[in-house]
């Protein structure tokens, strides 16, 4: 799918203007997001895509003393530089994003769901890889618990559809385990590793209103025993 360039800069724009990352379980969640992938992160030459507010970058930024992060939306990357002037901040469309260098750590959390050609995205990923470099990509989980008793309340016409909160975000497509890994296997990547995390019975804003932070991390955990049915979904790449 190709993108028209302005469009889809603007696009980001609103959805950074009024952007729920870095709020109640979703912060928790991203945090999380980076416990798991910590476990497998190549040292090295860091690369992240899609940073957001920054709070996988703030644990990048302690553990990669080489970090690039690219984000498209103006917004995001001004409030980045501020936070963290020893990271290079590149503002920029992933599809129009040239290194001049390649990365041991290529971290792309919560991205593809959003971008208009996954496929391709990974393709370049697969070509900035170092030849001992991985990348470590998490996604929503189509088949998560509290989507699939969604659709059989009926508010959800099937576990693929976007609800609010994806539309909210700007997702363009919700990924079940084969479909996710899927992607990667047409991008020529090799999967070294799939897991999930986080067992999800109720929305985020319920979540919120209710639960304590040992829930949160115990239901987190508990994700990772079930990963067809987690909320969130996970695959370590090589090339």
Not at 20 to 34: L, P
Request: with cysteine; net charge negative.
């Amino acid at each position: 799918m190709s993108i028209n360039e302005q469009t889809e800069q603007a696009r980001l724009e609103t959805v950074a203007a009024d952007s729920w990352y870095d709020r109640g379980a979703n912060a928790a969640m991203i945090r999380y997001t980076a416990d798991v992938l910590g476990r497998h992160w190549r040292p090295g030459r860091c690369l992240e895509l899609g940073p957001a507010e920054g709070l996988m970058t703030e644990i990048l930024s302690e553990t990669f003393a080489d970090l690039t992060v690219v984000d498209g939306s103006d917004l995001f990357c001004r409030s980045l530089r501020q936070r963290f002037p020893a990271v290079n901040v590149q503002c920029s469309l992933f599809e129009q994003f040239h290194p001049d260098c390649q990365f041991d750590t290529v971290i792309l959390s919560h991205v593809l769901e959003h971008v208009a050609s996954p496929t391709t995205l990974l393709q370049s990923v697969r070509a900035w890889l170092s030849p001992h470099g991985a990348v470590y990509a998490a996604v929503p989980n189509a088949r998560s618990i509290h989507r699939q008793a969604a659709v059989l309340m009926r508010t959800l016409p099937n576990d693929h559809s976007l609800n609010e909160t994806d539309i909210h975000h700007g997702h363009r497509r919700v990924y079940g385990p084969e479909s996710f890994r899927n992607e990667f296997v047409a991008a020529g990547l090799t999967i070294r590793l799939f897991g999930g995390y986080w067992l999800k019975p109720l929305s985020n804003a319920q979540i919120d209103a209710s639960w304590t932070p040992d829930m949160l991390e115990a239901f987190m955990r508990l994700g990772e025993r079930y990963p067809d049915i987690a909320a969130e979904i996970y695959v370590v790449a090589t090339s």
